[in-house]
């Protein structure tokens, strides 16, 4: 059994502990509010992307659609782009978008399909490439700093270079996607060819200036950096909402152990002193 100073040792342990995951949780609840607000800015935009790319299309066929919207004829070849955090500490968060990644990507394999990866985030890196590091392409980091354009122009060039470079016939984006305090959920997109959804052709169709081919031509490559930037700012606020749950409870835990500890040690400290005044009086009565 631990002696008293022992045990006191690791109540001092645990206590320090409590008060770094404490700061934590209260970092993460500050930045979460920040990160949300963001995030719910940069969604209409992405939505009312999608709405007007669907208006559009809904306006060419055949040969002269833009390569991004008709896509190649095939879809023998993909990328997939897993987008997590660079940190951990935050529950499952990272782990169940990789989940998602890794699932997608063996349906894939298992169809015959020839699969490669760029990842958005260190967690990710590090954990596909256990399994599929033959498969890597790129990885980028996300950084200490707010996600912006800056951060996502580049991976949407690179991406849309390999894809009209012809290496490339499909291109899907896994993200977690932001829902509420407790709840994100996992997340597949196809950016390339742009998925249509005919609900989001909403209101009047119009005579375009220049026509709807021109537009797309111009807007499609814009889409990409829009929806990437929309996942990265999503997966923000799902990691710092994740982050303040995993914190908060550990703190809880934390303190449990303590109580625990605390009740462990007074007893044993108890019983030393009942042991010792015990030898006492049989000592005196010997006498």
């Not at 995951?21 to 939505?47: F, G």
């Amino acid at each position: 059994m631990a002696t008293v100073k022992e045990m006191r040792t690791r109540i001092g342990s645990v206590k320090s502990t409590q008060k770094i995951t404490k700061a934590l949780q209260m970092v993460a609840a500050a930045k979460l509010r920040r990160a949300q607000q963001a995030t719910e800015a940069a969604r209409p935009y992405a939505q009312h992307m999608s709405a007007i790319i669907s208006n559009l299309a809904a306006g060419v066929s055949g040969p002269s659609a833009p390569l991004l919207l008709a896509g190649t004829g095939s879809d023998k070849r993909h990328l997939v782009i897993v987008a997590t955090a660079d940190r951990g500490l935050a529950g499952a968060f990272n782990s169940a978008i990789v989940r998602a990644a890794r699932e997608k990507i063996a349906s894939l394999v298992a169809a015959g399909k020839d699969v490669k990866i760029i990842t958005i985030g260190r967690k990710g890196r590090d954990q596909l490439r256990r399994q599929f590091g033959t498969r890597f392409i790129e990885s980028y980091e996300v950084g200490l700093k707010s996600p912006g354009l800056s951060l996502v122009q580049p991976i949407a060039k690179n991406v849309l270079d390999l894809y009209m470079g012809g290496q490339f016939d499909v291109v899907s984006l896994i993200y977690s996607r932001f829902k509420s305090m407790v709840t994100q959920i996992p997340t597949v997109k196809q950016l390339i060819p742009a998925e249509v959804q005919p609900g989001e052709a909403r209101g009047a169709f119009y005579d375009y200036e220049p026509d709807e081919d021109t537009i797309l031509k111009a807007l499609l490559p814009q889409n990409i950096s829009v929806q990437l930037l929309s996942a990265v700012l999503e997966n923000q606020a799902g990691f710092f909402a994740s982050q303040m749950a995993a914190m908060d409870n550990a703190t809880r835990n934390a303190g449990d152990l303590i109580n625990a500890l605390t009740i462990q040690m007074n007893r044993t400290r108890q019983a030393k002193i009942t042991t010792e005044l015990i030898e006492i009086i049989a000592g005196a009565a010997a006498v």
